[in-house]
């Protein structure tokens, strides 16, 4: 990455500049209340609906402005940009509206969904290695070859920018605001985002979220120098990052008050969340700031160091909603066992007429829905006047789950839930 000193840390002027350029092309986006969230931590909750920009996430507006601000000389060479998904939508959405051609290089690894959606919009798609990096560096030579326009995620003033515009948006449509919870991948988004609430509300507190699977910032921020993190799969692609550029290192130093870590499995509570309480569609990038604020409301963090009687105003950025349908299914289907509205039993019972009724309507008797059974005569018998029988099972919570194995063993059936 191309070395950044202090000195090329962007303004807020330089965001309001961005927000004339992108306005021509980007839409402001919504907020929304989440009452299910405000019960859970006791605050008002905002979600800033960046999954319904036209490209599906917030990179749009970071790659408008790049472009925008871009000789057009150097336009019509071609436009090349490294990215695993959602920036790649967003170069190639703004190349489409002002008629340039653009090249994407992306990881072999790169959700479906996204390299469609990016090779729908026009954008000639190059899958490069294993990681962003491999990717990144494919782009770079690519690049130097044909002298077109490169467009970073994140190592760009002009990303930066544009992305700081969601921060102007919301000076309008959060005017109470005491906390802003914005993802980490690169840095970009947080580094816009912090730069604009810190120069024109300083008390407004920003806090980043990382993975804990790529915790890059968070580690260089202990450090106290860019740290490097190794691969890791994560179901939140968008900031799978190895790590920030120098620039939005130095950014996330001066204005971020804190950055927080989620695992997979509050990442995945906390996309199911937004889906059925919110009828939010978000990516695992998009979700990772709902994760941070259950886990800060369980600390009272949010509350902390606030005047006696105030509520706390806290916005999560929703930055993406490109989230692959094969994901979501399992993702759906972990959520619905973890929370006990979905059961697998496996049991073995005497093999003889009757007693597979007996078994189903003791399920029935106790208000399961029956999603599947198979019954099964050879494999996984220890005697041979036995059966295996294994049911799907829709229930309403862990009560009910207790309550039928309780009522199988009562009757004499051995059931083991699967997990």
Same mark, same amino acid.
């Given at each position: 990455m191309r070395r950044r000193t202090r000195g090329n840390m962007i303004s807020i002027t330089q965001i309001e500049q961005a927000n004339r350029k992108v306005r021509e092309i980007v839409n402001p986006t919504?907020?929304?209340?989440?009452?299910?969230?405000? %019960? $859970? &931590?006791?605050?008002?909750?905002?979600l800033k609906l960046e999954s319904l920009n036209l490209s599906g996430s917030f990179k749009?507006?970071?790659? &408008? #402005? &790049?472009?925008?601000?871009? /000789?057009?000389?150097?336009? =019509?060479?071609?436009?090349?940009?490294?990215?695993?998904?959602?920036?790649?939508?967003?170069?190639?959405?703004?190349?489409k509206r002002i008629g340039v051609r653009s090249t994407i290089f992306m990881p072999a690894r790169t959700p479906l969904v996204k390299a469609q959606s990016t090779k729908a919009l026009g954008a000639t798609i190059n899958l490069s290695g294993d990681s962003y990096d491999a990717a990144y560096a494919a782009a770079r030579q690519f690049q130097a070859q044909t002298g077109g326009e490169f467009v970073h995620a994140f190592d760009d003033p002009r990303i930066i920018a544009g992305q700081g515009t969601v921060a102007l948006e919301l000076f309008e449509q959060v005017p109470d605001a005491t906390t802003i919870i914005v993802p980490i991948g690169g840095g970009g988004l947080i580094s816009g985002i912090a730069c604009a609430y810190k120069s024109r509300f300083p008390h407004v507190k920003v806090i980043g979220v990382q993975t804990?699977?790529? /915790?890059?910032?968070?580690? +260089?921020?202990? &450090?106290? *120098?860019? *740290? /490097?993190t190794a691969y890791h799969r994560t179901i939140a692609d968008g900031i799978a990052v190895k790590? /920030? +550029?120098? $620039?939005? !290192?130095? @950014?996330?130093?001066?204005?971020?008050?804190?950055?927080?870590?989620?695992?997979? %499995?509050?990442?995945? %509570?906390?996309l199911m969340a937004l889906m059925e309480h919110d009828h939010v569609l978000a990516e695992g990038c998009g979700a990772v700031t709902v994760a941070a604020l259950a886990k800060l409301s369980h600390t009272g963090m949010l509350s902390r160091e606030m005047p006696s009687g105030t509520t706390p105003s806290v916005v999560c950025i929703v930055s993406g909603g490109n989230i692959d349908t094969t994901l979501l299914q399992r993702i759906t289907t972990r959520g619905l066992l973890r929370s006990g509205r979905f059961m697998r039993l496996h049991c073995t019972i005497e093999d003889r007429?009757?007693?597979?009724? =007996? !078994?189903? #309507?003791?399920?029935?008797?106790?208000?399961?829905?029956?999603?599947?059974?198979?019954?099964?005569? @050879? !494999?996984? @018998?220890s005697y041979y006047d036995e059966v295996r029988v294994d049911v799907d099972l829709? *229930? *309403?919570?862990? %009560?009910?789950? =207790?309550?039928?194995?309780a009522a199988l063993h009562t009757a004499g059936f051995k059931a083991t839930p699967v997990l």
């Open positions: 919504p907020v929304k209340r989440s009452y299910f969230l405000e %019960d $859970l &931590a006791k605050c008002k909750v905002h749009i507006r970071g790659a &408008a #402005n &790049a472009l925008l601000s871009a /000789p057009r000389a150097r336009l =019509e060479k071609g436009v090349i940009a490294a990215s695993a998904g959602n920036h790649a939508q967003g170069v190639a959405q703004i190349c804990e699977a790529y /915790p890059a910032v968070a580690r +260089s921020l202990e &450090a106290g *120098t860019i *740290t /490097p790590q /920030p +550029s120098e $620039l939005t !290192f130095e @950014m996330i130093k001066k204005y971020v008050d804190q950055v927080v870590l989620v695992s997979e %499995d509050e990442i995945a %509570d906390a007429p009757g007693k597979l009724v =007996e !078994f189903l #309507n003791i399920l029935s008797n106790e208000g399961a829905n029956l999603v599947e059974v198979e019954h099964n005569r @050879m !494999f996984g @018998m829709e *229930t *309403t919570g862990r %009560d009910q789950q =207790e309550k039928i194995l």
